[in-house]
């Protein structure tokens, strides 16, 4: 199993440009998620999903949209791109049973986007 | 909603001895607290969890402390190791809503 992945790795993009994150589980994950984490600040939740075609707002999520359009697919979309969205960008899914949002996440490697 | 202050921010430790990291966080309806071990340039991963009806777990040189009275939280590692060097993150949820994470603690373990 694969576990969590996510491309891109990394990312340079000119402000006001737009891009896409794509997160994939092979887990059969219920839940998934969108954090950002920057220096100092721990991970912040952007948007998460609780099941296919659910998204909802995290504590950050100006700038960002998301879709679920398959259980196992996550996306995270940058319309136009800002200096302040240089960040490290982490996928994380869970199971979702019992608990709900209690259980453990496991993460993917992460996405570094510069935004000049 | 949720708020988790972490404390100490940075910590270095001479190796074996003990590290402690503290958490608190605010709603009292919090029923789930893990700890995320993040390695340099890797993802974070889970390292122990408690639950609001356990007092204290232990997985060999780790354990977490809870006292839900005072809303608070302590990951504990005792005989540390280089290998332990890393930021540690605590976070709380109360199930019905996500995981809210603290700032991190960045442990170095001086050899």
């Known amino acids: 199993n694969a576990g969590v992945t996510q491309t891109p790795k990394f990312r340079v993009l000119k402000t006001g440009q737009s891009m896409t994150l794509l997160c994939a589980q092979d887990?059969?994950?219920?839940?998934m998620y969108w954090y950002r984490q920057d220096p100092g600040m721990g991970l912040r939740l952007i948007h998460y999903s609780v099941g296919e075609g659910t998204t909802a707002k995290g504590e950050v999520p100006d700038g960002y949209n998301v879709s679920r359009l398959k259980k196992q697919n996550f996306l995270l979309g940058l319309e136009s791109a800002a200096p302040s969205q240089t960040s490290v960008y982490f996928c994380a899914s869970t199971f979702g049973g019992g608990p709900l949002h209690a259980n453990e996440q496991f993460f993917g490697p992460g996405t570094r986007l510069t935004v000049l | 909603g949720e708020n988790v202050e972490q404390h100490p921010s940075t910590l270095s430790v001479q190796e074996g001895d003990s590290a402690v990291i503290k958490c608190t966080y605010s709603?009292?309806?919090?029923?789930?607290f893990p700890w995320y071990k993040q390695e340099l340039g890797k993802r974070p991963q889970l390292i122990i969890d408690i639950r609001s009806n356990v007092g204290e777990k232990k997985d060999q040189r780790i354990a977490v402390t809870l006292n839900k009275t005072a809303k608070h939280f302590s990951l504990h590692i005792t005989e540390t190791q280089p290998e332990d060097s890393a930021v540690y993150f605590c976070?709380?949820?109360?199930?019905?809503?996500?995981?809210?994470f603290g700032k991190g603690t960045r442990l170095s373990v001086i050899a």
């Open positions: 887990m059969n994950h219920e839940y």
């Open positions: 709603d009292s309806a919090s029923n789930y």
């Open positions: 976070a709380a949820a109360t199930g019905n809503t996500p995981l809210v």
